[in-house]
Every structure is written in structure tokens, then in C-alpha cells.
């Protein structure tokens, strides 16, 4: 059977083999690269600058008021705004300030950590 009678399937088959084994002799087998830095250190703070951490005291003044009030935060990836009955992930941040509003009324419900 030469290469006309070859089935579909078994060049595809081919192909993803000699694709695998390619990418597989150019990765490496041990840890990262001496460039990047490891884990523990990427993560860490840098000397001097403080954990970022949930600032629902200083914004509970808000409970009441429209949701248009809400200031403008310097790190968004630490706020969530969120419609008080709207779906949202139920994960546990200490360092989020959650700002909850009533969507009938846009008012401010609540302003929590978490």
C-alpha cells in the first residue's frame, strides 16, 4: 500500500507523533529557567511596600448612597462591585473590598471584605 492508499486517519496519527516528539526534545526535563525568579520571591512583596488589604471601613460611609458615589479605587484588583443578588464567585480574598448594591435601586447595600 503506498502513500494513495493511506487512510486519513493514519497521517493524522503521523503527524501528531513527529509534532510530539519534536516538542518534546525541545522542553526541558528540570525546574525553570536560571532567568526567572522563583516562585516564593515573584510573589513576595518588595521591601518597603505594604500587603494591599480590604478597606471596608474606610468606605462604609457609602451604605446608602448611590453606587455612582463609589471613588474611583488606585488597584481595582483589589475592589469587586457587584449587584447584591448577581451571581459572583464565592472565593475568600481578605485583601478585597466587596461593594454591594441593590439593582432595582442602584443604592449601596453593603461594603465588606472578602
Not at 451604605?63 to 474611583?72: A, D, Q
Not at 457587584?82 to 461594603?111: E, F, H, M
Request: charged share 15%; aromatic share 4%.
Amino acid at each position: 500500500m503506498g502513500k494513495a492508499g493511506m487512510r486519513p486517519w493514519a497521517f493524522g496519527l503521523a503527524v501528531t507523533l513527529s509534532l510530539c516528539a519534536h516538542a518534546s526534545a525541545q522542553t526541558p526535563l528540570q525546574g525553570p529557567s536560571p532567568q526567572s525568579p522563583p516562585p516564593s520571591l515573584a510573589q513576595t512583596p518588595s521591601a518597603g511596600s505594604t500587603p494591599p488589604r480590604c478597606e471596608a471601613a474606610a468606605l462604609a460611609y457609602l451604605v446608602g448612597r448611590p453606587k455612582s458615589e463609589i471613588p474611583v479605587p488606585v488597584d481595582p484588583s483589589h475592589r469587586r462591585v457587584a449587584c447584591a443578588t448577581c451571581p459572583a464567585s464565592q472565593d475568600y480574598r481578605p485583601d478585597r473590598t466587596d461593594i454591594l448594591y441593590d439593582a432595582n435601586t442602584g443604592l449601596i447595600t453593603a461594603v465588606t471584605c472578602g
